[in-house]
């Protein structure tokens, strides 16, 4: 799918990439720059984030990535 930055620099996300990555009307959006690609997260409320993580794997999950971004950073 191709869009187009309009001069006040807004992009349009496409209404099924929208719906499968869950970005509802009003989603504040988060841009993250990994490898020269930009990459728009949904920054989730604290109710939308409410028992994501049960189960204790949150500090395996925050290891994970932290490894992952010391990969990236040594490059």
Partial sequence: MITTVNPKGQVTIPEPLRDRYGFPPGTKVVWLERDGDLI?????SVE????????????????????????????
């Fill in 48 to 75: 939308q984030l409410r028992g994501r993580f049960k189960g204790g794997e949150l500090t395996a999950m925050l290891l994970a990535e932290r490894a992952r971004d010391r990969k990236h950073e040594d490059g």
């Fill in 40 to 44: 728009p997260k949904p920054l989730l």
